[in-house]
């Protein structure tokens, strides 16, 4: 707490130090410091997306379907979740184990709402790369259905686009789908994983 409260302050200080942006009108008044610690305050709170997440905290089975090629019918497997929020209810942290492309597989997963952008973000790991996968993106008007957006290299050169629709059904269930261009060119569904809160 005691770290905490020393970054932060050396934040705002920082913060504070930095010219004004060049879209602001010179006329206007740097925010005063009382102002700035507001805002900071404001941004760092959780605020509903962050309790949403928080109803999911707890253990999931997970059916996983991919999708390697066009026209042809899903591989399928199974597998386990185990959810919590992290930094006093600001981050969903999940740990995920499972199989993937026929091989054992182990990711995990950091979930964000940042209140400063508006934007949901996450970060993902796992037993098939050395990298960081992130996307980012937005929410419906309830909150439970997240669209998000990234990238990452492709073996060989290039980029492979990625569309994750995150489908919050209720307390115990979602669905999350991921689509590509899985160098087709066009969009299809690569993969889907379906969670259901153990009993």
């Known amino acids: 707490m005691r770290f905490t409260s020393i970054a932060f302050a050396c934040l705002c200080t920082i913060i504070m130090a930095l010219p004004a942006s060049a879209k602001e009108k010179k006329s206007e008044k740097a925010m005063d410091q009382q102002a700035m610690m507001e805002v900071w305050k404001k ?119 990625h569309r994750a629709v995150w489908k919050i059904i209720d307390q115990n269930s979602q669905i999350f789908e991921m689509y590509g261009n899985h160098g087709h060119g066009k969009e299809m569904k690569l993969m889907e994983i379906t969670y259901t809160r153990k009993s």
């Open 43 to 161: 941004a760092a709170t959780p605020g509903e997306p962050h309790k949403l997440f928080a109803t999911l905290a707890g253990s999931w089975t997970t059916q996983t379907k991919e999708w390697m090629e066009p026209g042809k019918p899903p591989s399928e497997s199974a597998g386990t979740a185990e959810m919590k929020m992290l930094l006093d209810g600001r981050f969903l942290y999940q740990e995920f184990n499972g199989n993937m492309m026929g091989q054992p597989f182990a990711g995990i997963g950091i979930d964000a709402y940042d209140n400063m952008s508006k934007k949901y973000v996450t970060a993902w790991m796992d037993t098939m790369g050395t990298g960081i996968f992130t996307m980012q993106g937005t929410a419906s008007a309830d909150g439970k259905t997240i669209t998000l957006k990234g990238s990452h290299p492709e073996p060989g050169g290039g980029q492979m686009h």
